[in-house]
């Protein structure tokens, strides 16, 4: 069976009972549990942000430090089920690039020496060349990291909908902090009737997409 083919049963009510504490009571769709979280944590950063901003009106700080009370972390941290890792973003390395670049460039024509000038510029020769070597450095560097960003996150493109098809099998027990999978539908490197901690589900998902180390 391949990570695509791994989908509940269609029109299946209810997942089978948690394999450890045999319940249902606290049993949820990973994708549900995924939102939650997520939507909390969200809610919870906007209130932060509000409460500690001194230029907001008193009324703002009052609600959000309310809304902070009220507001329960999530039982799981969003990133624990995530179905992908974080984009890199290559426009930093990008724009280092492009000043490297240009400070190579710019020390490069500067260290041509006037056939006309009689002062001598050994001192500045040598910083120019320094200044030049150190910018083609930063640039070839930093080429290296866009290329490794940009191929990183085509990666995780196409591995994204395989991906996603072992991640919306799982079912998360919140008395057991565990996930597993309903009986006879185990994508590819599950043990069939193993629960998973958090971490090895994701671990699993990340394996499926083929972008683990990505």
């Not at 989908?7 to 949820?28: H, I, N, R």
């Not at 191929?151 to 919306?168: P, T």
Request: with cysteine; charged share 15%.
């Amino acid at each position: 069976m391949t990570a695509q083919d791994a989908k509940p049963p269609e029109g299946s009510a209810e997942p089978a009972p948690c394999p450890k504490c045999e319940l249902l009571d606290q049993v949820t769709a990973v994708p549900e549990v995924y939102a939650a979280s997520t939507s909390a944590e969200e809610a919870i950063y906007a209130a932060k942000t509000i409460a500690t901003n001194k230029n907001q009106p008193p009324e703002a700080r009052t609600a959000a430090r309310a809304r902070l009370r009220e507001t329960r972390p999530p039982a799981v941290p969003s990133r624990a089920l995530a179905p992908r890792p974080p984009a890199a973003g290559p426009l930093p390395a990008f724009g280092l690039f492009i000043f490297g670049l240009i400070a190579a460039t710019l020390a490069i024509l500067g260290n041509h020496k006037d056939p006309a000038a009689t002062t001598p510029t050994t001192g500045f020769t040598l910083h120019s060349t320094t200044f030049a070597v150190v910018s083609a450095l930063l640039a070839a560097l930093c080429l290296i990291f866009m290329i490794r960003a940009l191929v990183r996150n085509h990666r995780i493109a196409v591995g994204l909908s395989a991906a996603e098809a072992v991640w919306r099998c799982g079912w998360y027990c919140g008395r057991c902090t565990i996930i597993y999978f309903q009986p006879g539908q185990e994508p590819p490197g599950a043990i069939p009737g193993r629960f998973l901690m958090p971490g090895e589900f994701r671990r699993l998902v990340w394996q499926s997409g083929g972008y683990l180390r990505g």
